[in-house]
């Protein structure tokens, strides 16, 4: 599974990619190749048939109650 995540420090912020086994990957980006990288591994919204932060976590989704 890949696991995308933002790191924002006081000067920068970054984009990192991580895979079991495998160290991880982090390049500098602004906010906009962010949102782009997210789209592009189906990790910025919810999708049938894709495990990310959306379905695991139903961010975004409305709760009865």
Same mark, same amino acid.
């Given at each position: 599974? /890949?696991?995308? =995540?933002?790191?924002?420090?006081? =000067? =920068? ?5 991580? /895979?079991? %086994?495998?160290?991880? =990957? ?11 990288? /997210? ?9 049938? %048939? ?9 961010? %975004?989704?409305?709760?009865? %109650?």
């Amino acid at each position: 599974m /890949l696991v995308i =995540r933002r790191i924002v420090d006081r =000067r =920068r912020s970054y984009t990192a990619l991580y /895979l079991k %086994g495998e160290p991880p =990957r982090i390049f500098p980006t602004d906010d906009v190749e962010h949102a782009r990288i /997210l789209q592009i591994y189906k990790q910025d919204r919810a999708y049938e %048939g894709v495990c990310n932060d959306f379905t695991t976590f139903k961010i %975004g989704q409305k709760t009865s %109650g």
